[in-house]
């Protein structure tokens, strides 16, 4: 998400530059932060580059080609290193240049999902319990294959997803900037957050990174909404000013609840936060069981045992560079375990059993299950 922002902010922020008065550094960043959203969310990099597009449509209109062909030339040659790292990494992680590892996943696991018309993927892996439960639970919200009630349907009922980038005193200023829609350039922050709502209207699942790009977008309508309420008389001024002071009053008092509050504090509050709420605590117990294999010395290969009740929580994630990890995590496959001990015969081998209260870390072999004790 915050790389996605970025990317968006170098993009809108050098679209008005590059019309304004042409420098090759503005193209430049155009160029860098168009890269960065294609590596971070492929998808809705289409977006991005889209919303450029219609930025400059002005100015193809008018066919001011050699003006546009000026401001292209440095954002391309700026984006071609990303565009290089791209293929690099398809060639790395699936074999081909042109292969995407979003597909290679979708084909290996059914996961990520495909896009709503289409029907659902079919894993040609066999899965874990947590991939199966992610598949299952990702094939069930997709659904059938898309109808137009459907989608639009989809998108109206994401438009709370959006509180994650305004505070409720934001959401007043808001309202004051849909007189401004009126103006051309107004109009083109407004489709372009359309744009990538629309457009990720399109996939089962909504996360606010998935139009992160757009938060530069989103926070400058309200700002322009608070500027528009301080013209009004009488009072405008005075009642963008409590606005504000209650945006500041909002943030400092969830970040104070966050630094200073423990765990009971935490979950009677954590209902009433809103949208940007911030992680805290480790309820998987990852990290004490990742203490303690940095504190033993050596290489470590760790078979994971999961229980009948395992949830969604996946505990296997490796390197991509497997054999050089100092711990490589493994599925616990009985009987088979022996041909990947022989293949890491220099590793001490542990039993990682991560459903057990709380997740224990043990010397393998080990025989323990969910109703048995460990001394």
Same mark, same amino acid.
């Given at each position: 998400?915050?790389?996605?922002?970025?990317?968006?902010?170098?993009?809108?922020?050098?679209?008005?530059?590059?019309?304004?008065?042409?420098?090759?550094?503005?193209?430049?960043?155009?160029?860098?932060? !168009?890269?960065?959203?294609?590596?971070?969310?492929?998808?809705?990099?289409?977006?991005?580059?889209?919303?450029?597009?219609?930025?400059?449509?002005?100015?193809?209109?008018?066919?001011?080609?050699?003006?546009?062909g000026r401001a292209?030339?440095?954002?391309?040659?700026?984006?071609?290193?990303?565009?290089?790292?791209?293929?690099?990494?398809?060639?790395?992680?699936?074999?081909?240049?042109?292969?995407?590892?979003?597909?290679?996943?979708?084909?290996?696991?059914?996961?990520?999902?495909?896009?709503?018309?289409?029907?659902?993927?079919?894993?040609?892996?066999?899965?874990?319990?947590?991939?199966?439960?992610?598949?299952?639970?990702?094939?069930?919200?997709?659904?059938?294959?898309?109808?137009?009630?459907?989608?639009?349907?989809?998108?109206?009922?994401?438009?709370?997803?959006?509180?994650?980038?305004?505070?409720?005193?934001?959401?007043?200023?808001?309202?004051?900037?849909?007189?401004?829609?009126?103006?051309?350039?107004?109009?083109?922050?407004?489709?372009?957050?359309?744009?990538?709502?629309a457009g990720s209207?399109?996939?089962?699942?909504f996360f606010p990174?998935?139009?992160?790009?757009?938060?530069?977008?989103?926070?400058?309508?309200?700002?322009?909404?608070?500027?528009?309420?301080?013209?009004?008389?009488?009072?405008?001024?005075?009642?963008?000013?409590?606005?504000? !002071?209650?945006?500041?009053?909002?943030?400092?008092?969830?970040?104070?609840?966050?630094?200073?509050?423990?765990?009971?504090?935490?979950?009677?509050?954590?209902?009433?936060?809103?949208?940007?709420?911030?992680?805290?605590?480790?309820?998987?117990?990852?990290?004490?069981?990742?203490?303690?294999?940095?504190?033993?010395?050596?290489?470590?290969?760790?078979?994971?045992?999961?229980?009948?009740?395992?949830?969604?929580?996946?505990?296997?994630?490796?390197?991509?560079?497997?054999?050089?990890?100092?711990?490589?995590?493994?599925?616990?496959?009985?009987?088979?375990?022996?041909?990947?001990?022989?293949?890491?015969?220099?590793?001490?081998?542990?039993?990682?059993?991560?459903?057990?209260?709380?997740?224990?870390?043990?010397?393998?072999?080990?025989?323990?299950?969910?109703?048995?004790?460990?001394?």
């Amino acid at each position: 998400g915050p790389v996605s922002a970025i990317a968006g902010c170098l993009v809108y922020g050098a679209l008005p530059r590059i019309r304004g008065r042409f420098l090759a550094r503005d193209s430049v960043a155009l160029g860098i932060g !168009i890269g960065l959203q294609m590596l971070t969310r492929p998808y809705e990099s289409l977006f991005l580059d889209a919303s450029v597009v219609l930025f400059f449509l002005p100015e193809l209109k008018r066919g001011e080609w050699r003006r546009i062909g000026r401001a292209a030339v440095p954002a391309v040659l700026a984006l071609l290193p990303f565009a290089g790292l791209q293929l690099l990494q398809d060639r790395a992680v699936t074999g081909s240049w042109t292969t995407l590892p979003y597909s290679l996943s979708r084909y290996e696991y059914g996961v990520p999902t495909t896009f709503t018309f289409e029907p659902n993927a079919t894993p040609h892996a066999e899965l874990t319990q947590s991939q199966q439960l992610y598949y299952e639970g990702q094939a069930m919200v997709h659904g059938p294959t898309d109808t137009v009630a459907a989608y639009l349907e989809r998108i109206g009922s994401r438009a709370g997803f959006y509180r994650f980038f305004y505070s409720a005193p934001m959401l007043v200023a808001l309202v004051f900037f849909l007189p401004l829609l009126g103006e051309s350039r107004y109009k083109w922050i407004a489709l372009t957050c359309v744009l990538f709502a629309a457009g990720s209207g399109l996939y089962p699942y909504f996360f606010p990174q998935y139009v992160a790009a757009a938060t530069s977008l989103l926070l400058l309508a309200a700002i322009l909404g608070f500027e528009r309420l301080s013209q009004w008389k009488p009072g405008g001024r005075r009642a963008a000013r409590w606005l504000l !002071i209650l945006c500041v009053a909002q943030f400092v008092f969830w970040y104070g609840i966050h630094w200073q509050g423990d765990e009971g504090i935490f979950r009677a509050m954590v209902r009433y936060e809103t949208g940007d709420g911030i992680n805290y605590g480790d309820l998987q117990g990852r990290i004490a069981i990742n203490r303690k294999l940095d504190a033993a010395p050596g290489r470590h290969l760790v078979f994971v045992r999961y229980f009948s009740t395992h949830g969604y929580s996946e505990w296997i994630h490796n390197g991509a560079d497997i054999d050089s990890a100092r711990v490589v995590w493994a599925l616990d496959r009985g009987t088979e375990n022996g041909a990947l001990k022989a293949a890491y015969p220099d590793r001490k081998v542990w039993l990682m059993e991560p459903d057990a209260i709380p997740p224990r870390l043990l010397p393998y072999p080990a025989m323990h299950g969910p109703f048995e004790d460990v001394e």
